[in-house]
């Protein structure tokens, strides 16, 4: 994995690592394997060996399809309805492309009830508009480091009078809770642990059985002294154990001394219409350090204006977060 700092560095996992995560990720409220279920990896077996299902499809006994290099909207849709697909994993940007050609064709999948999604944050559109075909969208967060997913938006007892349309704009929408072997906590700048619910964000760290204690080969430890792995991303975790990812370290944009999401920007970006992909990146400022700017590939044929994008984020945001340009460019370079 390149990891956090970009240099290469070896991740060793053990049988016994990788059988426990399997059965962690085969529960209920993670990605729900069973011999019952048709499982179709979107992510190459190099990424976190295709976040365990492989392993998880075999412990169970599930089908597991595996779907090539054609990874278009077409292609995918085709291969889901003709082998019977209940359940999918991948980033959000390929399922894009297969929301995009179900809605211009009009056509579902009947077989198809979850996608598990990660890599990226999931837009609240996007999860809705999945909801309308019949889809639920759930969304999980892991790392080469961690064996894959270690956390899915999945809700607790106590959720189940809240209305979905409000389970999709706080849990689904989140990176999640950890599933059963892992824990999670973030931690201030001095190292000191943040409170859940505090609404401090912080660097994330995890633990569980799956979790690497060093790099192979290396020196010394990538966890800390108490045992915790830094993960290089920064989180918000709630009073009940829900975290969200506000930014990677390296990417949050910081204005003035304070703190902008980019990942936040971009999905109130991508949710006004005719926006189709949105990119928040720092431009350099002399007095305030960095300021957010917005790169925008527009759906086909929409006309939108800078103006038109920055009124629709009025009031949605703190008067200080509002990007200072939009730029608007023909194809996103993903």
Known sequence: TSGTTGQPKGVLYTHRSTFIHAYAVSLPDAQNVSAMSVLMPVVPMFHANAWESPFATTLTGAKLVLPGSKL?????????????????????????????????????????????????????????????????VTQGWGMTETTAMTTTSQPLAQHRDVPLVEQHRTIYQSAGRAVPGADMRTVDENGKEIPWGSKQPGELQV?????????????ADATTADGWLPTGDVALIDEDGYMRLTDRSKDVIKSGGEWISSVDLENLATAIPGVYLAACIAGQHERWGERPILVIEPREGAALTEAEVLSALDGKIAKWWMPDAVIFIDKMPL
């Open 72 to 136: 278009d909207g077409a292609s995918l849709h085709r291969l889901i309805d003709q082998e019977g697909v209940t359940m999918s994993i991948g980033v959000p940007t390929v399922w894009f492309n297969v929301l995009s050609y179900m809605q211009q064709n009009n056509v579902r999948v009947p077989s198809l009830k979850r996608l598990l999604l990660g890599g990226s944050p999931t837009p609240l559109s996007m999860i809705e508009a999945y909801h309308a075909l019949g889809i639920q």
């Open 207 to 219: 633990r569980a059985p799956w979790v690497i204690k060093r790099y192979f080969n290396a020196p």
